[in-house]
Nanobody, 122 residues
């Protein structure tokens, strides 16, 4: 399984960017897929995610500004980021997660793409 994130760049505050994450190498239906970010000197944090059942989840700091979506036919996940702020500056990573299944000895798995840098200037 490979996840390839793209779409980062430099944008002024108030601007928009759309990140893409292409998933290849597997036909697995991941339980959860999402976007994380890590700013310099900070821990990686969840930005947005959606579950196989269609439930979405957003960090409070991005609610109303960011939208996560996917194109199932193309195996691509997106993160539309509007009204960007300098504090959104970070490396953004896409993630695909499989839940544990103790019945078959599966402990769960996380797949990560290489990050894409988003820089928001003030």
């Amino acid at each position: 399984v490979q996840l390839q994130a793209s779409g980062g760049g430099l944008v002024q505050a108030g601007g928009s960017l759309r990140l893409s994450c292409a998933v290849s190498g597997s036909a697995i239906n991941f339980n959860v897929m999402g976007w994380y970010r890590q700013a310099p000197g900070k821990q990686r944090e969840l930005v947005a995610s959606f579950s196989l059942g269609g439930r979405t989840n957003y960090a409070d700091s991005v609610k109303g500004r960011f939208t996560i979506s996917r194109d199932s036919g193309k195996n691509i996940m997106y993160l539309q980021m509007n009204s960007l702020r300098p504090e959104d500056t970070a490396v953004y990573y896409c993630n695909a997660h499989l839940y544990p299944n103790p019945a078959v000895g599966f402990e769960g798995m996380d797949y990560w793409g290489k990050g894409t840098l988003v820089t928001v200037s003030s």
